[in-house]
């Protein structure tokens, strides 16, 4: 379990600069948060995930960040952190993963659509590079479990090192 938040800045600096977000999870290396030592970048290929675009390393195993939300309605705090997160932990790509039904909000406020959400955050995320938006949990359908989301991105991409980047009010 790795752990990093604004406390925590000046014993991790070496992982850049960063927002609130915290790395909770990587399936396969717990222990590999930051860029490996003598890293000194990759060369940069693109490849096709779910019809979406995707920019990958040419070697290595893909990194991957979720983070997922109910993004209702999303903000720039969510685009920093998933910023920050990206070049803090060198990843090749950020998932703002947007929750079909948020099973901690549901019946307690007012929920817009998840199809709206979608387009708002995919709206966000349109000039950002190494950021893109998911409809995984919208197509799955129901109540939106992180587990159950994890479980599913590690059966479609195995190769794949996982990262789960929450907000700070996770």
Same mark, same amino acid.
Request: aromatic share 6%; hydrophobic share 40%; proline share 5%.
């Given at each position: ?66 983070? !997922? &939300? ?10 920093? =952190? @998933? ?5 803090? %932990?060198? $990843? ?48 799955? !359908? &129901? ?10 991105? =590690? @059966? ?5 090192? %996982?990262? $789960? ?6």
């Amino acid at each position: 379990l790795v752990t990093y938040s604004h406390s925590h800045r000046t014993e991790l600096e070496n992982l850049g600069s960063a927002s609130f977000f915290q790395v909770i999870w990587n399936r396969d290396h717990p222990d590999r948060c930051s860029r490996p030592a003598g890293d000194t970048g990759h060369r940069w290929a693109s490849s096709r995930v779910r019809g979406a675009q995707m920019t990958v390393r040419s070697r290595g195993p893909r990194r991957i960040g979720v983070f !997922g &939300g109910t993004f209702d309605p999303p903000h720039i705090g969510h685009l920093v =952190a @998933a910023i920050d997160a990206r070049q803090a %932990l060198d $990843l090749d790509v950020v998932l703002l993963v947007v929750a079909n039904a948020p099973w901690q909000k549901v019946g307690s406020r007012l929920v817009s659509p998840a199809e709206d959400r979608y387009a708002m955050v995919q709206a966000a995320v349109a000039d950002a590079p190494g950021l893109e938006v998911s409809d995984i949990e919208m197509r799955r !359908g &129901g109540l939106s479990y992180t587990a159950d989301t994890l479980e599913a991105l =590690a @059966a479609d991409h195995p190769e794949a090192e %996982l990262f $789960l980047v929450l907000g700070n009010d996770a």
